[in-house]
């Protein structure tokens, strides 16, 4: 069996980026004398412009935050990854996200990550928080050719496991996928209408645990289905 499972805000805190983007937005500001949070905001609001459009270059950091420096007069070239193995080792998995890795995999699961982040700096996360000798590969929005809602993202898996209502309980089932959500389902509604006003009330995964370590309870009858 396939499984397939969601990286940032599934087995790793979203929040576990901030220090990256603050240094990245710090070193912007600070060649035009803007404060940090303004630039910042200026990424965020440029990403979330590319997030409607499902445009992959939404989920790419280096890009944003360079074309975000340009737009503030700063010609400069951003590299994330080299401010992000500078905190990579400071990031904090989710309780219980190795070990539910490691479970999907004694139970004789294929499991790959699937995730929108870049495979530049996903793989990078993934090595070096030992994610990699759990898994049997990656996929990537820059490896598949679209976001995680083209049906070239789910080949041949049977299960999605994510936190996201969109990508990893929508666009999933349509193509036949179990889905497993983990997190606060509405919080979570409220952030695609917020978006894509996409209102997705009537939509529910076929599994909703409120943490990682609910849901490994579960996995052995989920997997058994």
């Known amino acids: 069996m396939l499984i397939l499972v969601d990286l940032d805000g599934t087995l790793l805190p979203l929040e576990a980026w901030e220090p990256i983007f603050q240094e ?6 600070g060649k035009v004398g803007v404060d940090w949070r303004i630039v910042y905001r200026a990424a ?15 989920f790419d950091w280096d890009y944003i935050f360079t074309e975000v ?4 007069g700063v ?6 990854n080299e401010v992000l193995i500078k905190y ?16 999907l995999k004694g139970l004789g699961c294929k499991v790959i990550i699937a995730t929108n982040g870049m495979y530049k700096y996903q793989q990078v996360v993934i090595k070096e928080l030992n994610f990699v000798k759990f898994i049997d590969g990656i996929r990537t929005p820059d490896i598949i050719g679209c976001p995680k809602n083209c049906r070239e993202f789910f ?12 990508f990893d309980v929508y666009y999933p089932a349509q193509f036949g996928l179990t889905t497993v959500f983990i997190g606060d389902w509405e919080r979570r509604l409220m952030y ?5 006003n996409i209102d997705l009330t009537g939509v529910t995964p076929t599994y909703s645990f409120k943490s990682i370590r609910d849901t490994l309870m579960a996995l052995p009858v989920i997997l058994n289905q």
């Open 88 to 103: 990579v080792h400071g990031f904090k998995p989710f309780d219980g996200a190795l070990e539910m890795l490691n479970v």
């Open 44 to 58: 965020k609001d440029l990403s979330r412009e590319l997030l409607r459009k499902l445009n992959v270059r939404a």
């Open 155 to 166: 080949d041949g898996a049977q299960v999605m496991i994510g936190d996201n209502p969109l």
């Open 69 to 72: 420096a340009h737009r503030f």
């Open 192 to 196: 695609i209408m917020d978006v894509w």
């Open 75 to 80: 010609s400069i070239s951003i590299d994330v």
């Open 24 to 29: 990245i937005s710090e070193l912007i500001g």
